[in-house]
């Protein structure tokens, strides 16, 4: 595989990167380019929201995780382009709350340490939907 250079990052766009789920929510997300060694779900979701593992071991410990809207069963499982895992930081009776990385691109391409580069689209902030 190729190395990517640092002006190719400015060639990834994350214009055509939309994604139905998305649409109701609101615009405080933030991209994001990471080198990841694998697209491990775990990897993937402490680079998205600054965390170390162990905090990502809690969440899926504590069956606070959801992949592409299911439950998640596996940490270790490997993610691909378009794929998005929520972190369900509180659901009541009325409401749910959470926070979303979703991956909008995987490049073809890696770093020189031979990492994949991964863009993802990251809300850190908590997102409240209804349950209704």
Do not use: C
Not at 44 to 54: D, E, K, P, T, Y
Not at 66 to 92: A, P
């Amino acid at each position: 595989m190729p190395f990517m250079s640092d002006d190719e990052y400015d060639d990834l766009s994350d214009d055509e990167n939309f994604f139905d789920e998305d649409a109701d929510l609101p615009n405080n997300y933030r991209d994001l380019t990471v080198h990841v060694k694998s697209l491990r779900l775990d990897a993937i979701l402490a680079q998205g929201l600054n965390v170390a593992r162990n905090k990502v071991d809690e969440h899926f410990l504590g069956s606070n995780l959801e992949l592409n809207g299911n439950r998640v069963l596996k940490k270790g499982k490997q993610l691909s382009e378009g794929d998005y895992i929520d972190v369900i930081t509180s659901n009541d009776g009325e409401a749910r709350r959470f926070k979303r990385v979703r991956i909008t691109n995987v490049s073809s391409k890696t770093t020189k340490s031979d990492r994949k580069v991964v863009q993802l689209r990251v809300w850190r902030a908590n997102i409240t939907k209804d349950k209704n």
